[in-house]
């Protein structure tokens, strides 16, 4: 289930603990996040990128239409990947990317954190949710220990998805809350 807890940066006081889809989606509206859940496409559990891509198409089409955004592919992060922690890693620090980064969650789930205005927001993403984070906003993900997340990856330019790091200890201040 979608959940969204919002934290404040200094305290770590919790200011909205929420699984109503339409609360998440109006809380991350206000940071400029866009937050939708989509109908999730009936595919066998691992399908092939080409399959994924292909039940989304009609959804895919219209989002990059709106968007501007040109291309689209498929990411998955399994914990039998023999370089997974080096990956987990590389989104665990708090980074900035020049695009918009864009999330569709086919399978599995994992937590997009952002730091904006002094507070936290831990957007946990689930099967069927779509996230879209500005460009520019301190963030990082986290799809667990033992990830098993299948997700679109929707791009305007590529070269927009190099990470900045802040070089911050928000993530270790603020890891993760599952679920």
């Not at 989304?56 to 968007?67: K, N, V």
């Not at 914990?79 to 695009?99: C, G, M, V, W, Y």
């Not at 937590?111 to 689930?126: E, M, P, R, S």
């Not at 998805?161 to 070089?167: A, D, S, V």
């Amino acid at each position: 289930m979608s959940r969204l807890v919002v934290h404040d940066a200094t305290t770590n006081a919790v200011l909205q603990d929420t699984a109503d889809a339409a609360e998440i989606a109006e809380t991350l509206s206000a940071i400029g996040v866009r937050f939708e859940r989509w109908p999730v496409a009936d595919l066998p559990e691992g399908a092939e990128p080409e399959t994924v891509l292909a039940a989304y198409r009609p959804r895919l089409d219209a989002f990059m239409g709106e968007t501007g955004a040109g291309t689209a592919d498929v990411i998955r992060l399994t914990a039998d990947n023999p370089q997974i922690d080096a990956i987990r890693q590389k989104f665990l620090s708090e980074h900035l990317h020049t695009e918009d980064e864009v999330r569709f969650f086919h399978e599995g789930a994992g937590n997009f954190i952002l730091h904006v205005g002094g507070k936290v927001y831990d957007a946990h993403c689930t099967r069927g949710d779509l996230i879209s984070v500005p460009a520019n906003t301190h963030h990082w993900f986290d799809a667990g220990t033992t990830p098993n997340v299948t997700a679109l990856r929707i791009f305007t330019d590529t070269t927009g998805w190099t990470p900045h790091y802040t070089g911050t200890d928000m993530s270790e201040r603020f890891p993760a809350k599952f679920g």
